[in-house]
């Protein structure tokens, strides 16, 4: 069993900055994949940002590519993700997850592991 523990929600302005990280403990060993997840009201939960732990590449949705940086530190116990330029479409509640499959780490319906969600307010 894995545990995800998320940090850092908040609110902040259009145009501001916010980072959110996610404790993680228990059997981390063969892990595919770490990352993030989003969802807003009436939306689907949508992959934004993961990390592949065989080789360590970082994949991103087109809709946080070049704003948001995803990082997970080499023990694998915090993974973080740095929020820039953050929108009124960022808006959401924000889950950390981990997958020990193989295959898209963006596929919510693969995940194995959910954090319980960090809350993300976007004010104009």
């Known amino acids: 069993q894995v545990q995800l523990v998320e940090s850092g929600g908040g609110s902040v302005q259009a145009g501001g900055s916010l980072r959110l990280s996610c404790e993680v403990s228990?059997?981390?060993?063969?892990?595919?994949?770490m990352g993030w997840f989003r969802q807003a009201p009436g939306q689907k939960r949508e992959g934004i940002a993961v990390?592949?732990?065989?080789?360590?590449?970082?994949h991103y949705d087109d809709s946080v590519k070049g704003r948001f940086t995803v990082s997970l530190n080499s023990a694998k116990t915090t993974l973080t993700l740095e929020m820039a330029s953050l929108k009124l479409a960022d808006a959401a509640m924000y889950y950390c997850a981990a997958r020990r499959s193989s295959g898209s780490c963006l596929n919510a319906d693969a995940i194995d592991y959910w954090g319980t969600g960090a809350q993300v307010t976007i004010s104009s």
């Open positions: 990390v592949y732990l065989r080789g360590w590449n970082r």
């Open positions: 228990g059997n981390r060993d063969n892990l595919h994949c």
